[in-house]
């Protein structure tokens, strides 16, 4: 997610954009190798599938140079 500032009159808020460059997709290996490396734990499982929170993904911006979730897949998942 792209966090950008929305100003409403005098009011600056937050505005979420879900731009999301990453998904988990049904050829994952369900190899639980990203899941603990997110920093936002973004990386979410529900039944046998993964999937990435687009209201808590941030692409590992402040953290890292690269998205964890990237580095970490054995078969370079997420990349859509």
């Known amino acids: 997610a792209i966090v950008q500032w929305l100003r409403i009159g005098s009011i600056v808020k937050p505005e979420v954009t879900l731009d999301m460059p990453y998904a988990i997709t049904k050829l994952c ?8 490396e997110c920093p936002v734990e973004a ?3 529900e039944g046998d599938t993964y999937w990435i929170d687009p209201n808590l993904c941030n692409n590992c911006a402040g953290f890292y140079d690269q998205p964890r979730c990237v580095a970490a897949c054995p078969i370079e ?3 859509i």
């Open 77 to 79: 998942m997420p990349p």
């Open 43 to 45: 990386i979410k499982k």
């Open 29 to 36: 290996i369900q190899c639980h190798t990203c899941v603990p």
